[in-house]
């Protein structure tokens, strides 16, 4: 099955599901960082979810397109290229981006999770959620997977503290 991924295809897929995941907890960290209920995070978390992630799959259509475009190609099947990569991007998003709103969003299924365990669960399954994707690159590209788990862990670790701290600072503004 791997074989039959493209570069493009595979990249479309690890920048889909890394900034979805890293989009989507931000918005999370960041709202629990300003003291934000859960209620305006599971609304500013989906929100934003779709939002960045039409956004990233249009921005993957054009730069497709505009890179057909300098190469004067007058087919049709790169315009079906271009699409496959921004569905792709988009449905890579979606999926790995509402990981990190799941503990926030099973409240609305009639189960409860404590409001104390909302965000170290999110914290969790963010945290394993871009260690696998991380790690899934050896399956398409050489490398150790440890090493790309790690990388990518890293990055999101990067980006979550900063939003936290970002929104605990602006909320002490306002």
Known sequence: MF?????KK???MVLGANDGIITTFAVVAGAVG???SARVIIILGIASMVADAMSMAVGDY???RS???????????????????????FVSFMLAGSLPLL???IQLTGNQVSATWQFPLSVLAT???LFLVGSLRVLVT??????????MLSIGAIAAFVAYFLGAFVESLV
Do not use: D, H
């Open 10 to 12: 595979v990249k479309a």
């Open 142 to 151: 050489p490398g150790n997977w440890l090493k790309y788990g790690f990388e």
């Open 103 to 105: 503990p926030y969003v």
């Open 62 to 64: 054009l730069g497709e």
């Open 127 to 129: 945290g394993c959620a």
């Open 34 to 36: 300003a003291g934000l």
């Open 3 to 7: 074989q039959l991924l493209s570069a």
């Open 67 to 89: 890179a057909e475009r300098l190469k004067k190609s007058g087919t049709m099947s790169p315009k079906i290229r271009s699409m496959e990569t921004s569905v792709i991007t």
